[in-house]
Nanobody, 125 residues
Framework: QLQLVESGGGLVQAGGSLRLSCAAS????????MGWFRQAPGKEREFVAIVSWSGGSTNYADSVKGRFTISRDNAKNTVYLQMNSLKPEDTANYYC??????????????????WGQGTQVTVSS
């Protein structure tokens, strides 16, 4: 079992920055690939970013490439999402998720084993 708790969301103006954190408790956090997803009202949950178990490999949705950075600190059981140059279309509830296949950079939500409760990000124009 792995429990995930997101934090760091909030209200920010367009062009601003936020850093989301996802703290994990439970066994073997460092063996999981960790992803960030988001879901806006009336829309499906979509992939944002993923980092492999070691932090050595990452992948991003095209919509956030060059603006968002995912990272992890296995000593602290935490994964981060640094979000810069935020746009109103980034407004959504952001979720972190854990995939037991730590090597695979999976983008499909159905492939993830554990989810956090989400943190709201609102970007005003």
């Amino acid at each position: 079992q792995l429990q995930l708790v997101e934090s760091g969301g909030g209200l920010v103006q367009a062009g601003g920055s936020l850093r989301l954190s996802c703290a994990a408790s439970g066994r073997s956090f460092s063996s999981y690939a960790m992803g960030w997803f988001r879901q806006a009202p009336g829309k499906e949950r979509e992939f944002v970013a993923i980092v492999s178990w070691s932090g050595g490999s990452t992948n991003y949705a095209d919509s956030v490439k060059g603006r968002f950075t995912i990272s992890r600190d296995n000593a602290k059981n935490t994964v981060y999402l640094q979000m810069n140059s935020l746009k109103p279309e980034d407004t959504a509830n952001y979720y972190c998720a854990a995939n037991a296949n730590g090597f695979r950079l999976e983008t499909r939500p159905s492939r993830y084993d554990y989810w956090g409760q989400g943190t709201q990000v609102t970007v005003s124009s």
